[in-house]
Protein backbone atom coordinates (compact mmCIF):
# COMPACT_ATOMS: atom_id res chain seq x y z
CA UNK A 1 0.00 0.00 0.00
CA UNK A 2 2.81 2.29 0.46
CA UNK A 3 3.49 5.12 -2.31
CA UNK A 4 0.08 5.15 -2.94
CA UNK A 5 -1.92 8.40 -3.18
CA UNK A 6 -4.20 9.72 -0.61
CA UNK A 7 -7.21 9.45 -3.41
CA UNK A 8 -6.17 5.44 -4.10
CA UNK A 9 -6.40 4.40 -0.45
CA UNK A 10 -10.36 5.98 -0.59
CA UNK A 11 -10.69 3.72 -3.10
CA UNK A 12 -10.06 0.72 -1.12
CA UNK A 13 -11.43 1.87 2.29
CA UNK A 14 -13.82 4.76 3.47
CA UNK A 15 -10.99 6.09 5.92
CA UNK A 16 -7.43 7.02 4.96
CA UNK A 17 -4.70 8.13 8.03
CA UNK A 18 -1.53 9.53 6.66
CA UNK A 19 1.35 9.81 9.51
CA UNK A 20 4.43 12.59 8.77
CA UNK A 21 7.46 13.03 11.22
CA UNK A 22 8.42 16.80 10.96
CA UNK A 23 11.65 18.56 12.56
CA UNK A 24 9.23 18.81 15.74
CA UNK A 25 7.23 16.18 15.83
CA UNK A 26 4.27 14.83 13.79
CA UNK A 27 1.40 15.44 11.30
CA UNK A 28 -1.47 13.51 11.40
CA UNK A 29 -3.70 13.87 8.93
CA UNK A 30 -7.49 11.63 8.59
CA UNK A 31 -8.80 11.96 5.79
CA UNK A 32 -12.53 10.38 4.87
CA UNK A 33 -15.44 10.58 2.61
CA UNK A 34 -18.41 12.59 3.56
CA UNK A 35 -21.86 12.20 1.25
CA UNK A 36 -22.55 15.89 0.18
CA UNK A 37 -26.29 15.95 0.19
CA UNK A 38 -26.77 18.58 -2.22
CA UNK A 39 -25.73 16.83 -5.51
CA UNK A 40 -24.88 13.57 -4.06
CA UNK A 41 -21.68 13.18 -4.54
CA UNK A 42 -18.95 11.83 -2.26
CA UNK A 43 -16.37 14.83 -0.95
CA UNK A 44 -13.08 14.18 0.65
CA UNK A 45 -12.85 15.87 3.90
CA UNK A 46 -9.57 16.21 6.00
CA UNK A 47 -8.66 16.60 9.59
CA UNK A 48 -4.94 17.55 10.79
CA UNK A 49 -3.45 17.05 13.82
CA UNK A 50 0.03 18.43 15.23
CA UNK A 51 2.01 16.95 17.56
CA UNK A 52 4.81 18.83 18.78
CA UNK A 53 7.63 18.04 20.42
CA UNK A 54 10.15 19.65 22.89
CA UNK A 55 13.19 17.68 22.30
CA UNK A 56 13.87 16.08 25.89
CA UNK A 57 13.59 12.66 26.50
CA UNK A 58 10.18 13.46 28.80
CA UNK A 59 8.49 14.92 25.93
CA UNK A 60 9.90 12.60 23.09
CA UNK A 61 7.69 9.78 25.00
CA UNK A 62 4.50 12.01 25.75
CA UNK A 63 4.61 12.87 21.89
CA UNK A 64 5.26 9.37 21.22
CA UNK A 65 1.67 8.57 23.75
CA UNK A 66 0.20 11.17 21.94
CA UNK A 67 0.73 9.60 18.63
CA UNK A 68 -0.61 6.55 19.34
CA UNK A 69 -3.87 7.96 21.31
CA UNK A 70 -4.82 9.98 17.91
CA UNK A 71 -4.44 6.54 15.91
CA UNK A 72 -6.22 4.50 18.55
CA UNK A 73 -8.74 7.32 18.34
CA UNK A 74 -9.17 7.24 14.72
CA UNK A 75 -9.15 3.93 14.66
CA UNK A 76 -12.37 3.55 17.28
CA UNK A 77 -10.50 2.36 20.88
CA UNK A 78 -11.73 4.83 23.74
CA UNK A 79 -9.82 4.78 26.92
CA UNK A 80 -12.22 3.52 29.80
CA UNK A 81 -10.19 3.52 33.49
CA UNK A 82 -12.16 0.82 34.82
CA UNK A 83 -10.76 -1.36 31.56
CA UNK A 84 -7.78 -3.65 31.87
CA UNK A 85 -8.42 -3.69 28.22
CA UNK A 86 -7.14 -0.40 27.48
CA UNK A 87 -4.01 0.13 25.63
CA UNK A 88 -0.48 0.45 27.21
CA UNK A 89 2.97 1.55 26.11
CA UNK A 90 5.82 0.03 28.52
CA UNK A 91 9.26 2.37 27.70
CA UNK A 92 11.23 0.01 29.88
CA UNK A 93 11.16 -2.74 27.03
CA UNK A 94 13.51 -2.75 24.40
CA UNK A 95 14.19 -4.58 21.40
CA UNK A 96 10.92 -6.64 19.52
Same mark, same amino acid.
Given at each position: ??? @? ?21 Y ?6 Y ?10 ? +???? /??? /???G ?5 ? +????N? !? =?????? @?? !?? =?? +? =?????L?I? !? ?5
Amino acid at each position: MRG @LKTEEHLKMDEECVVIKQADNGYIVEEYYYHDDTKDGKKII +RKNV /EVI /EEKGDIDSER +RTLINL !F =YHIADL @LG !FH =YD +R =YSKENLRID !FKKKGT
